[in-house]
């Protein structure tokens, strides 16, 4: 039910993908998908990979019931900023045809997320 209304769903049949990306690797993270300030939260739950291609994001094994891996390419990504989600600093991803939908990740995660997407935008 998560997977369908915070859109890992929709995600998925754009962005499946059991390709496994090179890049920065980060383990049992948090992250936030939906709308505004009460998005659906993966507390520690996720599995991601950030690299030159893109964002690829997993859900630990327990939890994948209709949550497919996903591989977001960089072009895919249309926004990417730091935001304040009340007292926590976040990184928000605005994926093209996604909105008004975001992805929300914080910590070490959220700012690899932000300084690859940016670099992939210098380079493109």
Known sequence: MLSVIGG???LA???RSDDDIDGERFRFRAAGIGWGPF???YGNVIFATVGRRGLALSVFLPFRFM???LVI???AVERC???RVFWRRQVAVYVTGFRPRRLLFG???GRAILATW???RGRA
Do not use: S
């Open 39 to 41: 998005p659906v939260n």
């Open 118 to 120: 940016t670099e992939a």
């Open 13 to 15: 049949r754009r962005f």
């Open 67 to 69: 949550h497919p891996p």
């Open 81 to 83: 900023e730091a935001v």
């Open 107 to 109: 910590g070490a995660l």
């Open 73 to 75: 390419p960089w072009p």
């Open 8 to 10: 890992w769903h929709a």
